[in-house]
Each structure stands twice: as structure tokens, then as C-alpha cells.
């Protein structure tokens, strides 16, 4: 079965960090881009970052470039995403999501069920 | 940046209905335009990609069209299961519409 697990999410302060993993299984994990797409309490979804398969292309959102950095490791087929400096307007659930093949423009067709992050005194 | 919109916000349906959701780009894209459906506590579904090709596995009630500036989803017959929220997403920018939820009438 093809899936993907987000863990990592959590209680955190403002101005702190957190680092969430994504595992995936069931399909060639080197042969596809990634990404972590994040929804706000009652909000809209809203992309985060894209890394491509061998990670030689990276993008961020304008909210968290400088802040967030994606990463992948294809030996152990699992995604990353390491948050710094965290405010308030980040909490959310974080979904990490396959791009459709052969890139980017088909879309994302395999997403994770979700990874709380609260950011919060 | 180029801008999303989807209209309506809200949209109230009954089972069996017609219903077209539009996603207008603020200035000409190409085709590269997906559909998602989202329930409640859930993750996003595909649907549609390429503006107009259908998922494997998405009943064939769904259907997409459009091209430049204005794109639609329309489901041909309402089910009971599709009452949720459906984003569009501008893929080669990754932008998301703001999403419209389709309410039971």
C-alpha cells in the first residue's frame, strides 16, 4: 500500500524550532518530488516547500523561506521539514504530499493524514 | 504574484444536482491546474490534473475544463459523498485556491 506518515508535531513556543519527519512506503520513494503543504485552524491549505527526487531543486513559500528547511533522505526513504524561529501564524497541520510523475505540474496525488504543529506561549 | 480565486465560497446542493465550481487565475496560466477534494479532518484528494484528465480511481461524475484564465469543476450528479471542500491549485507555483465548500441544501 502506498502511504505516507508525518510524526514530529507538537507544543511549541514562539521563536522555537521543530522538526518533522515524513515516512514513506509502498512506492519508489528516489523516483518522486515531494512537498509539505500546510492548512491553518478552518483555513485553506497552503503549500510550504518542494524538494525534487535527488534533491537538486528546492522551493519555499515566500511565509517561511528562511526559516524552514525541507530535506530528504532517500536511504531511509523519509522526508523532512526542520522549522525555526516559529510564530504564532505558523500552527497548523502539515501534510507531506507526492507529486503526481513526471513532475510538479500533474499535481500532488499521495498525501500523509497530517501532523500537528501548535505554536504558542 | 499571480492570484487564485474561486467562486462560490459556499455552495448549497442537493443530492442529484448539477454542480460547476470556477477557479479564475488573475492572469493567463497554462494548463497546469488540479483539482482536491478535502472532508473534514482528512487529507486532501486528487481528482484532476492537467485542468481536464481525471484521477484513476475518481468516479467519472467529476470533470474539468478550462483553459487561461478560468477553469471549472463540475460533478454531474451529486452523491452524498461529495459534500466537502474543493481547492483548485495552479501546479507549476503550487498557489491554491481558496476553496469552495459544497453544503448540503
Known amino acids: 500500500e502506498v502511504q505516507l506518515v508525518e510524526s514530529g508535531g507538537g507544543l511549541v513556543q514562539p521563536g522555537g524550532s521543530l522538526r518533522l519527519s515524513c515516512a514513506a512506503s509502498?512506492?519508489?520513494?528516489?523516483?518522486?518530488?515531494m512537498n509539505w503543504v500546510r492548512q491553518a485552524p478552518g483555513k485553506g491549505l497552503e503549500w510550504v516547500s518542494y524538494?525534487?527526487?535527488?534533491?537538486?531543486?528546492?522551493y519555499y513559500a515566500d511565509s517561511v523561506k528562511g526559516r524552514f528547511t525541507i530535506s530528504r533522505d532517500n536511504a531511509k526513504n523519509s522526508l523532512y521539514l526542520q522549522m525555526n524561529s516559529l510564530r504564532d501564524e505558523d500552527t497548523a497541520v502539515y501534510f507531506c504530499?507526492?507529486?503526481?510523475?513526471?513532475?510538479?505540474?500533474?499535481?500532488?496525488?499521495?498525501w500523509g493524514q497530517g501532523t500537528t504543529v501548535t505554536v504558542s506561549s | 504574484d499571480i492570484q487564485m480565486t474561486q467562486s462560490p465560497s459556499t455552495l448549497s446542493a442537493s443530492v442529484g444536482d448539477r454542480v460547476t465550481i470556477t477557479c479564475r487565475a488573475s492572469?493567463?496560466?497554462?494548463?497546469?491546474l488540479a483539482w482536491y477534494q478535502q472532508k473534514p479532518g482528512k487529507a486532501p484528494k486528487l481528482l484532476i490534473y492537467?485542468?481536464?484528465s481525471l484521477e484513476t480511481g475518481v468516479p467519472s461524475r467529476f470533470s474539468g475544463s478550462g483553459s487561461g484564465t478560468e477553469f471549472t469543476l463540475t460533478i454531474s450528479s451529486l452523491q452524498p459523498d461529495d459534500f466537502a471542500t474543493y481547492y483548485c491549485?495552479?501546479?507549476?507555483?503550487?498557489?491554491f485556491g481558496q476553496g469552495t465548500k459544497v453544503e448540503i441544501k
Open positions: 504530499a507526492r507529486t503526481k510523475l513526471p513532475d510538479y505540474s500533474y499535481g500532488m496525488d499521495v
Open positions: 509502498g512506492f519508489t520513494f528516489t523516483t518522486y518530488n
Open positions: 524538494i525534487s527526487s535527488r534533491s537538486s531543486a528546492i
Open positions: 492572469q493567463s496560466i497554462t494548463g497546469w
Open positions: 492537467k485542468a481536464s
Open positions: 491549485q495552479r501546479c507549476n507555483t503550487w498557489t
